[in-house]
Nanobody, 129 residues
Framework: QVQLVGSGGGSVQAGGSLRLSCAAS????????MGWFRQAPGKEREGVAT????????YYADSVKGRFTISRDNAKNTLYLQMNSLKPEDTAVYYC??????????????????????WGQGTQVTVSS
């Protein structure tokens, strides 16, 4: 049974930093594309960043390029998202996700929710101005 448990959210002022973590279990973590997504109130869930099974390449939404870094530790079955220079518009619930079983690795770069079949419970990130 796939289980993804996200943590690390919180409240920060604009310009601050947070690091999200996601502990994975119940499947062969190292063989799956992983990603971070977010959903703000009244908006659709959107892709933030994804990472291929081996750790590279990585892919980012334009809105977070240069500020966020996705990484993974396959020995610890853990996914990370380092978020720097946070802006109020980054406020959202952040979800970690594992790709649908059988997803072609090249599709990891689509950063689209439809390609991901397993989801964590979400962690709130609030950035104040």
């Amino acid at each position: 049974q796939v289980q993804l448990v996200g943590s690390g959210g919180g409240s920060v002022q604009a310009g601050g930093s947070l690091r999200l973590s996601c502990a994975a279990s119940g499947y062969t973590y190292s063989t799956y594309c992983m990603g971070w997504f977010r959903q703000a109130p009244g908006k659709e869930r959107e892709g933030v960043a994804t990472i291929r099974p081996g750790g590279s390449p990585t892919y980012y939404a334009d809105s977070v390029k240069g500020r966020f870094t996705i990484s993974r530790d396959n020995a610890k079955n853990t996914l990370y998202l380092q978020m720097n220079s946070l802006k109020p518009e980054d406020t959202a619930v952040y979800y970690c996700a594992a790709a649908r079983t059988g997803l072609v690795p090249s599709m990891c770069g689509n950063i689209h929710p439809r390609d991901f079949g397993y989801w964590g419970q979400g962690t709130q990130v609030t950035v104040s101005s």
